[in-house]
Each structure stands twice: as C-alpha cells, then as structure tokens.
C-alpha cells in the first residue's frame, strides 16, 4: 500500500531554516512525481512546487522559489524540502504529496507542522 | 497563473440535503480538476478528478461536473461523515487550490 511518511513536527527559530523529509514506500519511487503543499492554520492549500525523483527536476511555484528548496534521496526513497530564512509566515503545516501521469495529487503523507518562534 | 474562486466559503446543511460547491478557473482548464476532502487534522482526501471521475473508494453520492472555466462539486443526502472542508485543485497548468469550503451541519 502507498505510504507517504513525514517527520515530525519542528520549532524552529526566526532566520533559521528547517529540513523536512518525506518517505515513501509501496510504489516505485521514481514513477511518481512529489510535491509539497503548504496550509497555514485555517486557511487553504498552496502548492509550493514539485521534484521529479528520477531526474532530480524540480518547478517551484514563484512565490516559493526563494524559500524552498527541494531534494531527493533515491537510495532511500525519501524526499526533502528545505525552508530557509524563516519567519512567523512560514509557520504552517506542510504536506508532501505525490502525482503520475495524470498529474493529480492521490495519496498525500500525514502533514507536519511547522512553528517559527524565538 | 491560473486562479481558482471557489464558493461558497462555508455551506450550512441538514442531514439528507443536496448542497453544491463551485469553482470557476481564471481561464479554460480542459476538465483537469479534482474534489477533494479534508477532516480536521487530516490529510486531503482524493475524491474526485477529471472532473467527474470517482476516485475508488467515493460513495456514489458525491458527483461533479462542468467545463471549460466553471466546475461544480455535489453531495446529494448529505451524512455526518461528509462534515469536513472541501478543495478544489486545478491541475491543466502547475496546481492551484481553490479557498475551499466549510460544510457545517445546520
């Protein structure tokens, strides 16, 4: 069965950055696509952008390309997103997800949640 | 960019009540968009793409249909089960969510 497993929830401090990881198992990793999406409490979903694990490409939506940085691990099927610099905006929780061919989102990971304070 | 408007913001319904969910796309996204479901707490729920296509799993009662720029979303007899917020997510040109919608029981 697909799994998407995210790390656990992070505290970070203003200006710091943070590494999130996202495991995947039950399919074959580099078939898929994994994008992240951030939901800032209450509010609704933004695509931050996504990595194609077999070639390394990656697409940021705009907004995101100076504060997110998108990684994979092929030997362990683990993807990664990076925040740099954060601020009280970038608290949130963050979800990686995945797409085929079809390019939808089907199965998503736990969320994890993400709280910039000093 | 594409922009999705999606309404209404919140939705008050009764058990069994047939309530609809609206998205209109800044511009023709070919039928490439997908419902979904989420709980508080939880992870989006695939339950809907292309349109109209159930995902496996989606009780019958949930339908959509549109075109073009403007989609709709349904749920005909309304359960408790189906309390949760409701996305929309175009997916013809990079991704964008809709503002989503709280379905509260009245």
């Known amino acids: 069965q697909v799994n998407l497993l995210q790390s656990g929830a992070a505290l970070v401090k203003p200006g710091a950055s943070v590494k999130l990881s996202c495991k995947a198992s039950g399919y074959t990793f580099t078939d898929y696509y994994i994008h992240w999406v951030k939901q800032s409490h209450g509010k609704s979903l933004e695509w931050i952008g996504y990595i194609n694990p077999n070639s390394g490409y990656t697409n940021y939506n705009e907004k995101f390309k100076s504060k997110a940085t998108l990684t994979v691990d092929k030997s362990t099927n683990t993807a990664y997103m990076e925040l740099s610099r954060l601020t009280s905006e970038d608290s949130a929780t963050y979800y990686c997800t995945r797409s085929g061919l079809a390019y939808y989102f089907d199965y998503w990971g736990q969320g994890v949640m993400v709280t910039v304070s000093s | 960019d594409i922009q999705m408007t999606q309404s209404p913001p919140s939705l008050s319904a009764s058990l069994g009540d047939k309530v609809t969910i609206t998205c209109q796309a800044s511009?023709?996204?070919?039928?490439?968009i997908a419902w979904y479901q989420q709980k508080p707490g939880k992870a989006p729920r695939l339950l809907i793409r292309?349109?109209?296509t159930l995902e496996s799993g989606t009780p019958s009662r949930f339908s959509g249909s549109g075109s073009g720029r403007d989609y709709s979303f349904s749920i005909s007899n309304v359960e408790s089960e189906d309390i949760a917020s409701y996305y929309c997510l175009q997916y013809d040109n990079l991704w964008t969510f809709g503002g989503g919608t709280k379905l509260e029981l009245k």
């Open positions: 511009q023709n996204i070919n039928k490439y």
């Open positions: 292309y349109t109209s």
